[in-house]
């Protein structure tokens, strides 16, 4: 229930999560994070509480990184459903293998280099728009 402060959802812990699904790196001071030492307080009603917390949870990401992505103009897209990073972690499989059979076959001489190369040219581009159109947020 959102409003009511328990024991349990006091410091909730980050869902944070990266483009291939892993909880990213803590960072370190020395690294290049930015500091945000600005608090702001914003009051919300409960109706207005229970859609942010709904919006947030459908992006699997933590309240303050959907904000942050509000603020920086653009819109976070749902989770995507659970077998999509097993399936692209397929796709990239088949990427490298493509590689290899390229090397083999440019060192031998036995394929059309240009006809092969277009189409991992297009292998390319179909993982990046899978991963712009299911991923990415939105710019408004």
């Known amino acids: 229930m959102v409003g009511i402060i328990t024991a349990s959802n006091a410091f909730p812990l980050?869902?944070?999560r990266n483009l291939l699904g892993e909880t990213p790196k803590t960072p370190w001071k020395d690294d290049?994070?930015?500091n945000r030492?600005?608090?702001?307080?914003?009051?919300l009603d409960k109706k207005e509480a229970e859609h942010l917390q709904k919006m947030v949870k459908r992006s699997g990401l933590t309240r303050e990184a959907y904000l942050r992505q509000l603020i920086n103009g653009l819109v976070p897209r749902d989770l995507p459903p659970p077998d999509y990073f097993a399936m692209m972690r397929a796709l990239y499989e088949v990427g490298a293998a493509?590689?290899?059979?390229?090397?083999k076959a440019h060192a031998l001489g036995?394929?059309?280099?240009?006809?092969?190369?277009?189409?991992?040219?297009?292998?390319?581009r179909l993982v990046r728009d899978i991963t712009a159109a299911v991923?990415?947020?939105?710019?408004?």
């Open 98 to 103: 493509l590689g290899l059979i390229a090397q």
């Open 135 to 140: 991923i990415l947020p939105e710019k408004r």
């Open 110 to 124: 036995e394929i059309d280099a240009a006809r092969y190369d277009e189409a991992v040219g297009e292998y390319r």
């Open 37 to 43: 030492n600005i608090h702001i307080q914003v009051w």
């Open 14 to 16: 980050p869902r944070k």
């Open 32 to 34: 290049d994070m930015r």
